[in-house]
C-alpha cells in the first residue's frame, strides 16, 4: 500500500510569490489533514477533509491559505502571496475513518525568503 | 481544550541504557493520547496510541507508555536504547468527542550517543 505523498518534498521561493503544495492521500481514505509546524513551535492543525468537503478548517491562519480537494482524491494547498512567516514544514495526513489512526506523509519543507 | 507539554526538548542517552521522554497532557474530556515519532527527513511515525482500553501500551520498536490519570501523564519510555532510536519524538493528544484534529507537543530530539 502506498503510503501518504507529498510534493514537493522542498520548496524555496520569494515572498510575495505563489506556492502550491499537493497530497496524495492513501488510496479509499475519506479523512485528508493539513498541518504546520512553523520554526521552533509544535505542529499544528491547519484544517480536515472529508472526502471533498472541508469538515474543519478552524487551523488555517488567514485567507492567504485556500486548500481544496478535488474529487476527494488528492489535495492542494496553495499559499498566495508568501509571507515570511510562512516558512515551515507542512504535513499532510489521511485515514480511513475517524477513529482510524492517521498516516502521515513526509513533509513539504516551504522557505520564504 | 486539548494540550500536551512535553518537558525535555532534548534528551541524551546512552546506546543500552533506558529512554524516558516525559508528556503530561490536559484535556476537558478523555483523551486519547499518541506518541508519534519523526527520523531525519521522513514522515510522522505512530509509534503507539492510548484509547481508554489498558493503561500501558506497548509500541513499536520496543517503546511502551504509561498511561497515568492521577498525574495527567503518558511518558514513553524503551528499556534499552539502540541508535536507530535517535530522532524527534511527539507526545499528541486528540479528545474523544468527534473533534479529531490533533493536538502536538513541541516534540523532544532523542540523541543515543556510541
Known amino acids: 500500500e502506498a503510503g501518504v505523498t507529498q510534493f514537493p518534498s522542498h520548496s524555496v521561493i520569494e515572498k510575495g510569490q505563489t506556492v502550491t503544495l499537493r497530497c496524495d492521500p492513501i488510496s479509499g481514505h475519506d479523512n485528508l489533514y493539513w498541518y504546520r509546524r512553523v520554526m521552533g513551535k509544535e505542529i499544528k492543525f491547519l484544517l480536515h477533509?472529508?472526502?471533498?468537503?472541508?469538515?474543519?478548517e478552524s487551523g488555517m491562519p488567514n485567507n492567504r491559505f485556500l486548500a481544496e480537494r478535488t474529487g476527494g482524491t488528492y489535495s492542494t494547498l496553495k499559499v498566495q502571496p508568501a509571507e515570511l512567516e510562512d516558512s515551515g514544514v507542512y504535513f499532510c495526513?489521511?485515514?480511513?475513518?475517524?477513529?482510524?489512526?492517521?498516516?502521515f506523509g513526509s513533509g513539504t519543507r516551504l522557505t520564504v525568503v | 481544550a486539548q494540550s500536551v507539554t512535553q518537558l525535555d526538548s532534548h534528551v541524551s542517552v546512552s546506546e543500552g541504557t533506558p529512554v524516558l521522554l516525559r508528556c503530561n497532557y490536559s484535556?476537558?474530556?478523555?483523551?486519547?493520547l499518541f506518541w508519534y515519532v519523526q527520523h531525519p527527513n521522513k514522515g510522522l511515525q505512530l509509534l503507539l496510541k492510548?484509547?481508554?482500553?489498558?493503561?500501558l501500551v506497548k509500541g513499536i520498536n520496543g517503546f511502551e507508555a504509561e498511561f497515568k490519570k492521577s498525574e495527567t501523564s503518558f511518558h514513553l519510555t524503551k528499556p534499552s536504547a539502540h541508535m536507530s532510536d535517535a530522532a524527534e519524538y511527539f507526545c499528541?493528544?486528540?479528545?474523544?468527542?468527534?473533534?479529531?484534529?490533533?493536538?502536538f507537543g513541541t516534540g523532544t530530539r532523542l540523541t543515543v550517543i556510541p
Open positions: 495526513a489521511s485515514s480511513m475513518s475517524l477513529a482510524g489512526g492517521y498516516t
Open positions: 477533509f472529508v472526502k471533498e468537503s472541508k469538515q474543519d
Open positions: 499528541v493528544v486528540s479528545d474523544a468527542t468527534g473533534a479529531n484534529n490533533l493536538f
Open positions: 492510548y484509547t481508554s482500553a489498558a493503561t
Open positions: 484535556s476537558s474530556y478523555s483523551p486519547s
